[in-house]
């Protein structure tokens, strides 16, 4: 039902989803100083050329709805970033089954010992999926960026390696769906 694949940006077909993701959550990914989306992608497609970001494409039911890449930092840290589709952001937990399979690759593939994620305070919803994944609080940085000309804060969250994560009321959320017709 859901599944992951390398983001191949040689391929035209992965290339062409990730733009038309970029410009479906421009909103939600550009600001006052990043506010080109095509620099923007092109930046991201340079970063997984030269191995310092790697990305994921994500699919439910082998339709692409959104992207996970990790910008690999000094010190063994990643900065981790998502984007969906907005038909796909629902409450169906596509986006914490997503996470599920992309963080202990962080940890466990690309040996990071801790994973940062800077979310702007006007995208809650972010923040939220974060911390019910394990993700703590460890900063607001005030007025960090810009947004239609007014400051924003961003809110730093972490997760490090030994750290729990899945709080156990969400242990079992994510298990495997009947088919409808078959029962």
């Given amino acids: 039902m859901r599944s992951v694949e390398k983001l191949d940006i040689n ?23 990043e506010n080109d989306i095509i620099l923007m992608v092109d930046k991201m497609q340079r970063g997984i050329a030269s191995g310092s970001i790697k990305a994921f494409l994500c699919s439910v039911k082998g339709e692409k709805c959104g992207a996970m890449w990790v910008e690999i930092c000094p010190r ?7 984007a969906m589709l907005p038909k796909f952001r629902d409450f169906s937990g596509h986006a914490i089954a997503f996470l599920k399979l992309f963080i202990p ?8 010992r801790k994973l940062r994620a800077m979310v702007p305070t006007y995208l809650s919803r972010p923040e939220r999926l974060l911390r019910a994944y394990g993700f703590r609080k460890v900063g607001l940085h005030k007025a960090e960026t810009l947004r239609n000309g007014k400051p924003e804060s961003v809110v730093e969250l972490c997760l490090l390696k030994n750290q729990p994560r899945i709080p ?5 959320q994510f298990k495997p769906q009947k088919d409808k017709k078959n029962g």
Wanted: a negative charge; aromatic letters at 12%.
């Fill in 11 to 33: 391929n035209k077909e992965h290339a062409g989803f990730l733009f038309d993701l970029a410009m479906a959550c421009k909103d939600e990914l550009i600001d006052d100083y």
């Fill in 76 to 82: 063994e840290i990643g900065e981790i970033h998502a």
């Fill in 105 to 112: 690759f962080c940890f466990n593939t690309l040996k990071l």
């Fill in 168 to 172: 156990s009321r969400l242990k079992n």
